[in-house]
């Protein structure tokens, strides 16, 4: 479920970054000191983008690199300003959607910590229940051993009972 609305997610980031990238052009054609400046920008990159090339197949790493005309350097620092903005964008995003789930996490969290401690009340509430029923049930045993069948008061225990008491006094 996730991986085809993160698909679709880039699809519209990439959709949406194509009208930026082109206004930048429509302005780099228009303004010369921006026009310079995203030259600069892509001059830069084709440099650094050589080198490493040059380093990782072992090629010679002294040689002059040649610049990019002007036209393959506007297009080159296009692409890589809406390149960035898709990735700044999706970053975000992730950024977003972390934060997003920490505060859901800690609000379920915080849920179920409240649950916890209503079940530990109502634990200690049944317990001191059960401990007044026992005593309970103790007193009615010791009332029960002083009557007989049916409710009627059993003499000779109660009298055996008093009878020892005496004994031992």
Do not use: C, W
């Amino acid at each position: 479920m996730v991986l085809p609305l993160l698909k679709l997610g880039t699809l519209a980031l990439r959709t949406l970054s194509k009208p930026v990238a082109n206004r930048l052009k429509h302005q780099a054609a228009i303004h010369p000191r921006f026009n310079q400046f995203i030259i600069d920008i892509a001059q830069a990159n084709h440099r650094i983008q050589t080198r490493m090339y040059r380093r990782i197949y072992n090629h010679a790493t002294d040689v002059e690199i040649r610049p990019l005309n002007e036209e393959k350097a506007v297009q080159a620092a296009v692409d890589l300003i809406g390149e960035l903005f898709v990735f700044t964008v999706a970053g975000a995003l992730l950024i977003f959607e972390v934060q997003r789930s920490a505060r859901s996490e800690g609000r379920k969290e915080e849920l179920r910590k409240k649950e916890l401690e209503v079940m530990r009340h109502r634990n200690e509430a049944l317990a001191l229940e059960v401990d007044l029923l026992k005593i309970r049930l103790q007193s009615l045993e010791k009332l029960a051993k002083g009557r007989g069948p049916g409710g009627v008061p059993n003499f000779r225990q109660v009298n055996a009972e008093n009878a020892k008491t005496t004994k031992s006094a």
